[in-house]
């Protein structure tokens, strides 16, 4: 028996940390961190080291199956699959036409970098705007903040060499996900204590001490759902202290009076009061930040699932921008992107770009396509409501609708009301069992893949091809590879940025990318040849003069956002010392959090992940618990204005009091609560999708929700 050693890259979650793998008889035994990699040194987490027994855990879906008359899957060979489902694909599109077919990219299947390509491409090929990806329910505020805003043309600062960085509602140790300029999510403990010996100061602005407030040098733990306030006085207390960047305001802004004049009410005052914090703490923050040289402001996912999500990523990004935490003319650009196509970095505002209110429109809520995509909170009304342009099909590549989409039972509803739903999914999840079709996906370990995702997130000029590890079992196929049994069988070639992807012989994966990344600034091939993960030092951008035909300014104080502003702030959800919502009475806000040992709804099927946890805990102050006779362990009943979960109790002091923190993508189909310590709750049962929501993004509010909490005595029931 021989021990052969492969370079590669881990694909669990968007870290993609460079790792070795031992394979004995053609099975992966060991994961181990590449301490030779220039960017990861040798860091892998808890996840990653458990892609051994993603490989051959029996709970691993090897076969496609098929649902049978009689409900029950069967076994299917994968050719014969594909074979009726595009004959049933050809249908819907003749009677329906093709926006009836929609795709979901969920998080899982964001991994495959094939997958960020060519499901896209398909739709478009075919006419098809219905493509949706977990993105839009996730964090779609940042892109939609930076296309009204602007954005500049040599980025912003990097976190390596910043003197200090803030991070709002942002938590990298535990989501391995941070913004451009927080700390790096590869080995974020060691990057963080690097810089922090180097004198950088912290600032953690979050409900709950999380594990990278602890190491914060400033923590701020502030009310949920107040992000704003936060905010807007921050910025108001930076200008009327005068720590903006003057020469660069003057030349670069639009609507700095006008946004100056808007958020003059949030006094450190009224933000303390209404923030839970103490005024001074709040003031030396922003003295903090403001008299810092380098180092931005970043904020997390749980902002961008917050109300007024939009207005927290415009608020971040005038941060940054006021306070020019930009690279300026002359200035290296930490990473101009090694998969992207090179382009000139210039010292000017890139003007607001239409994000939204363009394309096709979706047929409820008035939402249309953002940023190119259709918004997934519409995509169950979209298969509900009938009429033209109803979606009939859904493709769910890699995510957990079941869990992970808003209100629960009308997702159970709209998947159940599919002419056709195809699951690409490792394991029998939640939507899996209410699929028509399961096809067996390939593990990252067999497949060739790119840092297509990850290309602009470093600070350093990095990228890394990994070819297969392991060979693929024939009967599986890539989340992309669906699109080309598509194209095969219908005869419509998928077109990609290299040309068309040929639809008679199956390409190979490398092929498949090579299309997809034409014109990139480092070549796929020379990249390919590295083997492992490559530092291009040989590559330096550094921030060319602005054109002078160029004015374009920084839009502050975009259409909508003075009434927004002034809306927040006289918003008053609290009375008596209850929290109003819907014309409800209510004692606790629930917010979400992330936990280490598991991606969204991937790993909660692995034993070593398993023995960390086998639900998503109710984590509740010691005091709020004890102060209602809870005790950790036992359940509780969580009640929403839209909807109720049972959770199981978890006393934790880093909670706030007054707050409830789950983790969401847990959770079944729903009907048997008994469940609920082996497989978790499902938080998006409390999620309405109606009332509370982005119009721009139609993102509900999928944090900050107002509960109540009651004991359920199991013995008495
Ligand atoms: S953080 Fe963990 S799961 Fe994510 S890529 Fe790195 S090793 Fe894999």
Redesign the pocket.
Known sequence: MSVTTHKT?????????A?EVDVEDGKPIE?R?DVEDPV?GG???????Q?PEQYTTPARISKSLKRMPNGEFEEIDTNQAMDEIAEKVKQLMDDHGARSIATYVGSYGYQNSAALVIPKAWHKSVGSPSYYTSVTIDQPARHIASSRLGAWGGGTHKFTDADVCMMIGNNPVVS?FTPFGGPP??SPYARLRDEMKKGMQVIVVDPRQTEVANRSTHFLQVNPGEDVPFLAGFVRQILKEGLHDHEFCAAHMEGLEELEASVEPYTPEFVAERCGIEVEDFLEAVRVFGNAERGVVVGGTGPNMAPHGILIEHFIQTLNFICGRVNKEGEVVPNPGMISAPATRRGEVHPPWPAYGVGPKSRVRGLGEVFGEMPTAALNDEILLEGEGQVKALFCLGGNPMVAFPDQDKTKEAMEKLDLLVCVDLYMSATAKLADYIIAPTISLERDDMTILTDTWYDVPYAHYTKAVLPRNEQSREEWEIYWELSHRLGVPIDLPGGPLDPENRPTKYEALKLCTAGSRINIDEMREKGKGHLYEEVEVRVEPAREDRDAKFQLMPEGVADEIAEVFSENNRVDGKIIDDGKEFTHLMISRRLKHV?NSS?QQLSNLQKKGTTNPAYMNPADLEEMGIRSGELVEITGAYGMLVGVAEAAKDVKRGVISMAHAWGDIPGNWGDVREKGSSTNRLIDDHKTYDPITGQPRMTAIPVNVRHIREDAA
């Open positions: 890259f881990c694909r669990f979650c968007h870290a993609y940390c790792i994961v961190g990861y860091y892998t987490c808890i996840k990653g080291r892609l391995q999510p590869f991606f790993g």
